[in-house]
């Protein structure tokens, strides 16, 4: 296979080759293109990327009223159509290629036209369970191709899909399918892990226990065949407005409950399409591999919409990268001529423990693009990245995004550059970022802040928060929306994301509330408070430590237990500390930053302002000898 190369040094950076700026899509010339009038450029954009039933008013593509903001309101389309139906003219190009975990079970290649098949019968199936247009289907399932089916049929019937992933426990799916109203749940009875069984099942049926909801539950054994059978039922996609919800998928913010992030159908495709193509070059012909798990954020644009849209193939991989071997990940590359590679830091960060013996082995002359997300790369892994997978030959592109933008809005396209390891790049066209201080004033260049977007919003952001409008508010500062990140911006306009700004922790790129483990914490019987902190992870990025106070001696792992079962093995903390007091203020506000300067053995500041300053003190002391926890 012949090999690109996309990439070239350019004194400490990297800028893309003549090559590269020839074949990407996005050109140098796009910012000024965009910058001239950005509500114009989103709209040419979207009538030139999506299909619509009808167009937006006249003059009317961006309104904004407050805080609140539509875009392309009045515009009709359908999500679904646009992803499956309008590819038909390609029947037998490949949508999906499913990578069972088991390396005895062959993969599974599904084209645009079975596809199209897969998702008409799984919108019959939600027709017939009663699932109607506004809706909400709870989807809790593993990296198979039914998982896109169903979301996609969901949006094919104006029906808003809430996917939860897979790990979470049977408790914290139960609060989002409580929170959400869910009508339906779709699971599957087991998912292989790590070679093992795990029952989603037993989790679902937990979970539901005593609500009203119905079940679709898919067999293992039955991938790629349940919905691929020979009837089919053919569903008129519904005709949406552009501002009618398409999903809402629950992430974490800086209190103990998960909040419902409201994604619109028209913004969403437009940003989700171009950002698609701009950033990774997808079109027919091109195979990505995300690796994110599809109940994240990243799952939903770029396993799933993304490459659909475009009419690419999207590549779905059921288990653990280094499984069966650390090499697997490799293979998966090597054997389906993957094209667009993109993961995490805390993925690479593992892969880079064993150096450059496994990738020595594959030439991976397929890949053209590297994609990094979810948080900040290092300059360590980012130049392994570049060297041992890109071999030198593709670009590292660090994206920055939440749950709540929907899309990549910060980052360097591959045809324009500059490559700059440990930083995301420029705000993508049509979308501008500043960094502003706390009261919501923009700080010049070069200096250190909050990140924030600026309206026009982008067409992806966030509308709202389900059912908690007031929650919404707390998203703006002043006329900017309020990222929840430390950036700066260099001279250039180039943003280096320095990590939150607030108590929400990205734990080997999942994102979770320090607030939610503590909550669940504080539900043990014995345990007066607690509070919950990162600390610096050289695999994970970051892990959580709680500090608790109990009234009894606790053994550790009954802490550890509870935020497992509340919220699933990804919050387990890596440490307890069982203390006698938490440092707080005089008016009882836990000083979680006190806590976090001393793991990480820097100094605490100022401590005389706290009601208890000795605490500090005994922690300190403590964190320099931990006692072993107490037997019972
Ligand atoms: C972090 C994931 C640095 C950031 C798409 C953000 C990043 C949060 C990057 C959102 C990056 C994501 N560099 N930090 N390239 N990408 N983050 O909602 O803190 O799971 O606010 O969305 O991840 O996490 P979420």
């Known amino acids: ?10 004194g400490k950076n990297f800028k893309p080759t003549a090559t590269a700026q020839e074949v990407s899509f996005a050109k140098k010339d796009i910012y000024a293109k965009a910058d001239k009038n950005r509500i114009a450029f989103w709209e040419d954009l979207a009538k030139e990327g999506i299909d619509w039933i009808e167009p937006w008013e006249n003059g009317k593509a961006y309104q904004q009223k407050g805080n609140s903001f539509a875009w392309f309101k009045g515009g009709k389309l359908n999500l679904c159509y646009n992803a499956v139906d309008r590819h038909l003219n390609k029947p037998e190009k490949s949508a999906i290629v499913f990578v069972p975990e088991l390396m005895h079970e062959k993969k599974i290649v599904i084209s645009y036209k079975e596809l199209f098949k897969m998702v008409n019968n799984a919108a019959a199936m939600l027709k017939y369970n009663g699932v109607k247009k506004g809706d909400v289907v709870s989807i809790y399932l593993p990296m198979i191709p039914e998982t896109l089916a169903f979301m996609l049929a969901c949006v094919r019937i104006g029906a808003i899909h809430g996917v939860v992933f897979s790990a979470f426990s049977p408790d914290a799916l139960r609060t989002r399918i409580k929170d959400a109203g869910a009508k339906v749940l779709i699971t599957s009875d087991i998912y292989y892990r790590r070679g093992k069984k795990e029952s989603l099942k037993k989790k679902a049926n937990k979970a539901t226990r005593g ?12 991938v790629g065949k349940f919905l691929n059978q020979d009837h089919f039922n053919y569903i008129q996609p519904e005709v949406m407005d552009a501002e009618d919800l398409a999903f809402i998928l629950y992430t974490s913010g800086t209190t103990g409950k998960p909040k419902g992030v409201m994604h619109t159908t028209g913004g969403y495709a437009v940003s989700t399409y171009w950002s698609a193509k701009y950033i990774f070059n997808m079109q027919e012909g091109e195979t990505i591999w995300c690796t994110a798990d599809i109940g994240w954020v990243t799952g939903h644009t770029y396993a799933c919409y993304g490459p ?32 667009i590679f993109y993961t995490a830091p805390t993925a690479l960060r593992l892969f880079a423990q064993h150096g450059n013996k496994y990738p020595n082995k594959y030439k991976l002359n397929s890949l053209k693009i590297l994609g990094s997300v979810g948080e900040p790369i290092d300059e360590k892994t980012w130049l392994w990245y570049y060297t041992n997978i890109g071999k030198k030959r593709c670009p590292v592109i660090d994206t920055y995004w939440q749950t709540e933008t929907g899309t990549i809005v910060i980052c360097s396209p591959p045809g324009i550059g500059p490559f700059i390891p440990s930083y995301a790049g420029k705000a993508f066209p049509g979308i501008d970022y500043e960094i502003a ?33 007031k929650r919404y508010k707390t998203y703006f500062i002043g006329k900017y929306y309020l990222a929840g990140d430390n950036a700066f911006k260099d001279a250039q306009g180039n943003i280096r994301i320095l990590g939150r700004s607030d108590d929400v922790i990205k734990v080997a790129g999942h994102r979770l509330s ?35 106070k109990s009234r009894w001696p606790m053994k550790e792992e009954k802490i550890v237990g509870i935020v497992n079962k509340k919220i699933g093995p990804i919050a387990k903390p890596a440490k307890v500390y069982f203390v006698k007091d938490l440092p707080k203020t005089r008016s009882g506000k836990i000083m979680r930053r006190v806590l976090k300067a001393l793991l990480a053995n820097e100094d605490p500041g100022n401590i005389m302002t706290l009601v208890n300053p000795e605490s500090v003190k005994d922690i300190g002391e403590m964190l320099k000898s931990p006692p072993s926890p107490p037997k019972k």
């Open 211 to 222: 609500l009203r909801i119905k079940k679709i539950i898919i067999p293992r054994a039955k």
């Open 308 to 339: 659909l849209l475009n009419g690419a193939t999207t590549v779905l991989f059921e288990g653990m990268l280094d499984y069966p071997t650390p090499a697997r990940y490799l293979q998966i590359i090597n054997d389906n001529d993957v094209s």
């Open 514 to 548: 320090t607030a939610e483990m503590e909550n669940a914490i504080e539900g043990l019987l014995g345990v007066v408070e607690a509070a919950v902190v990162s600390k610096s992870d050289a695999l994970r990025g970051k892990v959580p430590i709680a500090f608790v």
């Open 437 to 469: 201080d706390e009261k919501g004033k923009k700080l010049p260049l070069e200096k250190k802040g909050l990140l924030v977007q600026v309206p026009p919003f982008s067409p992806s952001l966030i509308r709202g928060v389900w059912g908690d409008p």
């Open 1 to 10: 296979m012949k090999s690109y190369t996309y990439v070239e040094k350019s």
